[in-house]
């Protein structure tokens, strides 16, 4: 349960990067990973345009130096004064050039901005605004962002793209398909809902589009005019799958990621919002795969890149999420995180015990959790379930772990080494 005990991955984790004033890109047990990490992205992009400003806040330079009102509402925007000439790559693009080459690549109708930003400026480009092709309006996100892999070298689009649900787990996707293209690319397209249980019918479909050498491109849609607060405008987002497809691997982009300067494409990876010395995803799992009680089939599984990890159990009465949080650097929280009734060891750690029902929805769910925080600040949560995902109904009465399971593997001393 990401970041906080009251708290998953579609919430306070993908959050955490949300408040993060610079937040690159942006997971639940089960098949709602995918859904976890697809918010992610599409909360960062809305915190994207939310630190670069209202439409209204943004002014460009068009040829000649001439003052722009923002997007003058013409069917293709005037060029930046870096884009114009020669032919030549630009160096750079403002936030009017990432509008024009959208608005380039969609089909028929209106795009009407309400945000945007080039490559210039301290966050990433991007495009946000509403899509009209004559059914309705819908909003549209476009986010670009360099990926780096550790070694300097190629990235490995097929882990870094967004994962679709493992087979045979429950989705919370109407369709997910992740493919190979000819250049090496991996793109993963979806299509699903703004919330995971539906409790509105605002559907979010996506792409999102990994190459080689670390281009990141992720597009999301909506068939409302904003991804909340409004009411649904039609009955699916404007952009078929094909569409989404096509725009997501559009070579245009790839350019203007090239144009970002250095310190841009030595970003963090998508998702990482780590503190220093925070506990890679795969190790967390597979720490926690050495700390599961014998017996226990492992039916599902899963990671973000730092400081999270799941196992869905099966213990043959049901599927159990099982779901774990490892954070450095916590210290200073420890009075908020820790009441009165919270217990402290010899050693100084703190040990808070919860049992309640779940947060999210699922009928009958209960949620199990035991939380620790040593003195080095190294803060360990974990949580069960009587459910293989939190807004699902509850396939057990219980979870499989205990509560003295779940205590034994958050003091385990594994989660203080670097290694297994």
């Not at 809305?46 to 000649?64: M, S």
């Not at 996506?206 to 991804?227: C, F, K, M, Q, R």
């Not at 959790?369 to 459910?387: P, Q, Y």
């Amino acid at each position: 349960m990401p970041v906080d005990q009251h708290s998953d991955p579609f919430e306070e984790q993908l959050t955490a990067a949300l408040h993060e004033a610079g937040g690159a890109f942006d997971s639940p047990g089960g098949a709602l990973v995918a859904a976890g990490q697809a918010r992610g992205r599409r909360m960062r992009l809305r915190r994207r345009a939310a630190v670069a400003g209202g439409a209204a806040g943004l002014a460009l330079v068009g040829v000649g130096g001439a003052l722009l009102t923002p997007w003058d509402g013409a069917s293709t925007a005037k060029p930046s004064s870096l884009a114009a000439g020669g032919g030549a790559a630009p160096k750079a693009y403002s936030a009017d050039d990432v509008v024009r080459t959208l608005r380039k690549l969609l089909p028929q109708g209106k795009f009407t901005p309400s945000d945007a930003r080039g490559t210039g400026g301290d966050l990433p480009p991007l495009a946000v605004g509403a899509f009209d092709d004559g059914k309705g309006a819908g909003s549209l996100s476009v986010g670009l962002e360099r990926i780096r892999s550790d070694d300097a070298r190629e990235v490995n689009p097929s882990a870094a793209v967004l994962p679709c649900p493992e087979k045979g787990a429950q989705s919370p996707f109407d369709s997910c398909v992740t493919e190979l293209l000819p250049d090496g690319s991996a793109i993963t397209v979806y299509q699903g809902y703004e919330y995971p249980d539906r409790r509105q019918d605002t559907k979010s479909w996506g792409a999102d589009l990994v190459t080689p050498v670390g281009h990141h491109v992720s597009v999301i849609e909506w068939n409302a005019a904003a991804e909340k607060g409004k009411p649904v405008s039609r009955p699916e987002p404007p952009l078929s799958v094909a569409r989404l497809k096509t725009l997501a691997a559009a070579s245009d982009w790839r350019r203007i990621i090239d144009a970002m300067p250095e310190e841009k494409k030595q970003a963090p990876r998508p998702g990482s919002s780590a503190r220093p010395g925070e506990m890679a995803g795969w190790l967390i799992l597979r720490k926690l795969a050495l700390l599961l009680p014998k017996g226990l089939e492992r039916v599902a599984h899963g990671s973000q890149e730092t400081g999270y990890a799941y196992f869905v159990v099966d213990d043959g009465k049901g599927g159990s999420l099982v779901q774990v949080n490892v954070q450095p650097g916590m210290s200073d929280t420890a009075g908020e995180l820790y009441g009165s009734d919270a217990e402290t060891l010899s050693d100084g750690t703190r040990v808070a015990t919860r049992q309640g029902p779940g947060e999210k929805g699922g009928e009958g769910v209960v949620m199990w959790t035991v939380e620790t925080l040593r003195k080095d600040g190294l803060r360990v949560v974990i949580s069960a379930f009587n459910a293989a995902a939190q807004d699902r109904k509850a396939t057990r009465a219980e979870p499989a772990l205990t509560i003295g399971q779940l205590r034994a593997i958050a003091l385990s001393p594994r989660w203080r080494s670097a290694q297994d």
